[in-house]
């Protein structure tokens, strides 16, 4: 497997470790390098758990990094995103420095919520639902 030059920058279910371990590995659990996407809103997509991303003139999204993803990763990413994402170069804010990256943002035609999207109590509380959703699809 080929490492890549560009971390993964990842915002939404992805920054929780259970999610990452059952997207990409368990090797990949460990903690994220916190960066900052400028220039982005992060929403949710409509009637799903999960977010996007989509350039927006003054916004910001938290989020982590993964540090260069090899091609394996990758696939199991891109498969799991699906046709509602593309991998697009971003730059991110990180450690005090801006660092170019990599992250799924919103396809052209992605049906985005109104409401911006957070991990926050009202996702913990879905969070094992959309684990069991997962497993299903996998099976």
């Not at 659990?29 to 991303?53: E, K, M, N, S, V």
């Not at 982590?64 to 994402?85: I, T």
């Amino acid at each position: 497997m080929t490492r890549r030059s560009r971390p993964l920058f990842v915002y939404g279910t992805l920054l929780d470790p259970a999610i990452r371990a059952a997207v990409i590995g368990r090797r990949f659990t460990g903690p994220l390098r916190p960066a900052r996407l400028t220039g982005y809103r992060r929403w949710g997509i409509q009637g799903a758990d999960y977010p996007a991303i989509a350039p927006a003139f003054g916004g910001s999204v938290p989020g982590g990094l993964l540090a260069r993803p090899d091609d394996l990763m990758l696939r199991r990413l891109d498969s799991h995103e699906g046709p509602e994402y593309v991998r697009r170069a971003v730059s991110v804010r990180a450690g005090g420095r801006l660092i170019g990256a990599e992250a799924y943002v919103a396809a052209p035609g992605a049906r985005l919520a109104r409401r911006p999207w957070r991990l926050d109590a009202r996702w913990r509380r879905r969070r094992a639902a959309y684990l069991r959703r997962m497993a299903f699809a996998k099976a």
